[in-house]
């Protein structure tokens, strides 16, 4: 970061108690001279872009499982599978034959409010969407030299951003849905003719991979292995998972927040194509 030779007209006073207001200098003073925006800009194009596929494909209601082609492939925006529709395979969790609406819709309830409360991307929207602040020694977006639009900044402290605490107890129902992640995985290796392995199989390892190593590398689930003790010599095994296993998860999550947002949407699209008989999926045995 490079600075210019200039300081703030005003120091203003950093908190988050009453009647403080954010620090920085007026959004017309930014000082730093490097490409600040573009990280804040990648994170907007990539989020929006999954909402814009995600939002299609929890709507579209069809094409969701394979077993219409021979294949025990369900998309994980349908999974748990709640209505008759994966009958081919005997696949069917919840018949939910009374509800009319996209089944994907009950579903992204749990895994989204998962997402949204995560630390790494409440860091990411705040920054991207809301600009608040776009990025470290930036002012908030619509700061002026007279007036910040923050000067009543509560943090996350009231409502509704009070709410992001939940995270933690979102995390139970996360480990849950990973399970069933997992158990799709193992059924992409059930064909009509017994056991066999095709590419969406490996698709569909590599994504309940990708969401255990996202889910077990949360900060809550780090906190939940390693905190609250006063010693870990009273603890060994709890201090051994949260050394050599969480903790090191949980330096990659924005990585695996990444991955795993990517290949789950690639992971409906593989099986929205094969199951669409748009492509034909190669078995390897
Ligand atoms: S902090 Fe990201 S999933 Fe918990």
Not at 24 to 46: H, M, N, V, Y
């Amino acid at each position: 970061m490079t600075t210019l030779n200039a300081e703030p007209d005003t120091p203003v006073p950093v908190g988050i108690e009453k009647n403080r207001v954010r620090g920085g200098p007026p959004r017309s003073e930014i000082l730093r001279r490097d490409k600040w925006w573009a990280q804040p800009l990648a994170i907007f194009s990539g989020l929006l872009a999954f909402i814009v596929y995600a939002t299609w494909a929890a709507l579209r209601n069809g094409h969701f499982y394979a077993g219409n082609v021979g294949r025990d492939y369900l998309s994980p925006f349908y999974s748990p599978c709640l209505t008759n529709s994966c009958t081919s395979n005997g696949y069917v969790w919840g018949g939910w034959t009374w509800w009319r609406l996209s089944p994907a819709i009950p579903i992204l309830i749990f895994p989204l409010s998962f997402r949204l409360s995560c630390y790494y991307y409440r860091k990411s929207y705040y920054r991207s969407f809301w600009l608040s602040p776009p990025s470290c020694a930036v002012p908030d977006a619509g700061s002026t030299k007279a007036k910040s639009p923050r000067n009543k900044y509560s943090g996350e402290t009231k409502f509704p951003l009070i709410f992001q605490n939940i995270h933690r107890y979102t995390w139970y129902f996360a480990v849950i849905f990973a399970g069933i992640l997992t158990f799709d995985a193992v059924a992409a290796f059930r064909f009509h003719n017994g056991i066999g392995m095709g590419l969406g199989t490996l698709i569909f390892v590599v994504n309940a991979l990708l969401i255990w190593a996202y889910t077990l590398g949360c900060h809550s689930c780090r906190h939940l292995c390693g905190g609250g003790l006063r010693t870990f010599s009273s603890a060994n095994s709890r201090h051994f998972i949260w050394k050599n296993f969480v903790s090191k998860l949980n330096e990659h999550h924005q990585l695996f927040a990444w991955l795993s947002l990517f290949w789950i949407a690639f992971a409906d699209f593989y099986t929205w194509l094969v199951a669409t008989g748009a492509i034909h999926d190669p078995r390897f045995f």
